[in-house]
């Protein structure tokens, strides 16, 4: 007895403080809260604060909220971070998601379709963000990688190697109870409780807040500081990006990808199969910044990408809205919380038919 006793009492301290450790600090929304309990609470038309103090995964977050929809949405919109202030105002219908991801690449694109493709939630129309830096392979990343099964199962779609015989890609997003003792997730967690650094998120039905702000809609509302800011400050940071010669994910970019490219034309016309009406919407720059573009030749394949894809939605016959050129929608500085992402009531404004399907 006496052998395996004071063992017991020494490892039984330490276990319970690795408990609770893990489930109070929840990095990763694994415990206390998670991502399936998110989603639950926006399909009830909640809106969630917090998730950006929680450094919380956009991907998890969207491949949750998509499986726990029941019915498909009649509208979505997918695309980086310059698509967050698209609602389903913009669209009068309350049957709207917003899918847009940070930093997205074509894989993220192809990652979202290959959910709404595998569990048959395509809407009835999809607007596709298409930024120029979308073919830019100098600045692809891995966040994508959170959905690979996904993206992976789309790219067998698109490249006519999808067979039935496949196993079905899914994505865990719920409880991880072993996680609770797990070391590895222990010895992280602990490095943020110096800075009292936890997953917590709480809900609400206000539409705005002083925070950053989750939209049950998929959209997004800024914080108050970034709602407020001053056209002046805007004018500043572009002036610094542009002498330190940084279009965002525009540098060491010679050339349009052709494999990307090619799947972004392979993905709209699996979506026209499949009977969506596919949108491709460019997000424009501001006055500052596309001046800049144009008159540096390092960016000026921006103007090449939009000239590409006015050709690709004309032989696709579908509708192209918004412009690179900001000229269209009357885009000032006073229209932008930074350096590329416009105000959310300026927003429908920069939604406009370039080019109407025929």
């Known amino acids: 007895m006496k052998k395996w006793y004071k063992p017991v009492l020494f490892l039984l301290p330490v276990l319970l403080f690795i408990g609770i450790v893990n489930w109070y600090v929840d990095s990763y929304a694994l415990l206390r809260v ?17 998730l950006e103090e929680s450094d919380y995964n956009d991907r998890n977050l969207v491949a949750a909220r998509l ?10 919109i997918l695309g980086s971070s310059r698509v967050y202030t698209f609602d389903h105002t913009m669209f009068e219908t309350d049957s709207f998601y917003n899918a847009g991801l940070s930093e997205a690449t074509i894989y993220d694109l192809m990652a979202v379709a290959g959910i709404l493709f595998q569990q048959d939630k395509l809407p009835e129309t999809m607007v596709i963000g298409v930024d120029p830096f979308l073919f830019n392979t100098s600045h692809d990343n891995e966040k994508w990688k959170e959905l690979q099964s996904y993206a992976n199962y789309m790219g067998l779609i698109i490249d006519g190697k999808f067979s039935e015989d496949f196993a079905r890609p899914s994505k865990d997003t719920g409880r991880d109870i072993p996680k609770t003792l797990s070391l590895d997730y222990f010895r992280y967690n602990v490095t943020l409780l110096p800075e009292s650094k936890r997953f917590s998120v709480s809900y609400t039905e206000d539409w705005e807040t002083d925070g950053y702000l989750k939209h049950s809609d998929g959209s997004v509302s800024y914080q108050r500081e970034l709602r407020e800011v001053r056209a002046e400050e805007v004018e500043e940071m572009t002036k610094q990006a542009m002498e330190e010669h940084v279009v965002y994910r525009m540098t060491d970019y010679h050339e349009i990808d052709e494999d990307h490219f090619w799947r972004l034309s392979a993905l709209i016309d699996h979506l026209q199969e499949a009977g969506v009406e596919v949108i491709l919407y460019l997000p424009p720059y501001s006055p500052m910044m596309y001046n800049y573009i144009e008159s540096e030749e390092a960016f000026q394949i921006t103007l090449e990408v939009e000239e590409e894809l006015k050709e690709l939605v004309e032989k696709r016959g579908i509708a192209l809205y918004g412009s690179y050129d900001p000229a269209g929608c009357g885009l000032e500085m006073t229209d932008l919380y930074d350096v590329y992402h416009v105000k959310t009531e300026k927003t429908a404004d920069t939604y406009y038919p370039v080019i109407a399907a025929p």
């Open 67 to 76: 499986s726990s929809q029941e019915e498909p949405f009649q509208t979505m």
């Open 34 to 50: 998670t991502y399936d309990d998110i989603a639950a609470q926006m399909a009830a038309g909640r809106n969630v604060e917090g």
